[in-house]
């Protein structure tokens, strides 16, 4: 990297308010630190607790998500496969924003988008059913969860999550999250 474009990220990230930012594998270790960066940024912004609690559970689901279901994997230093992938967490003025980006396998793009619009387009009641319905054993076949993450976040959320997924190559696509926490958020 030239220092022109180190210099281009430092001004980018500061324009956009960037508290935290990390790509890498997403490993055990690596999701502690970004979780110790999170509550060290905030706490110096004194956010009230309910919103520093969405924030955490929400950084926590995108992080587990890359760490299980990125199509880009390495191995982390105790030589287990993780994921590969993006997170930042950022300053919107009257709201805080969690986003994550990750490589998906072109194959999985339909069944991706239709989950992330099928959670957007429910409204708060629908989302509490959906989410009841999981927990009691409803589980998606490619989960190696229960399914509730997605389900959760929005239900998190004081904004509609928002998602985009755009091609990469042949094989893959760039899959974007990114979930709203208003900072009077209750």
Known sequence: MTFEHLFLQYQQMTQFKILMSFKG?????????????????????SVKATVMKK????????????????????????????GV????VSDNGDRYCVSSGNLIS????????GQCQAVIDASRDDLKEMYNRRRKGERPAE??????????????SDY????????????????MLSSYISKGSE
Do not use: C, W
């Open 85 to 88: 992938g993006l997170l930042i």
């Open 143 to 156: 989960s190696k969860g229960a399914g509730l993450g997605l389900i959760d976040m929005a239900r998190k």
């Open 106 to 113: 072109n194959d999985d793009v339909e069944r991706i988008g």
């Open 25 to 45: 594998v997403f490993a055990q270790p690596a999701l502690v630190e970004m979780g110790n960066t999170i509550r060290n940024s905030l706490g110096n912004e």
């Open 55 to 82: 924030i955490f559970a929400i950084f926590i689901e995108l992080s587990q998500n890359i760490l299980h279901y990125s199509a880009e994997k390495e191995l982390d230093l105790d030589g287990r496969e993780s």
């Open 160 to 175: 509609p999550l928002e998602y985009e997924i755009r091609p990469f190559n042949e094989k893959y696509s760039f899959f």
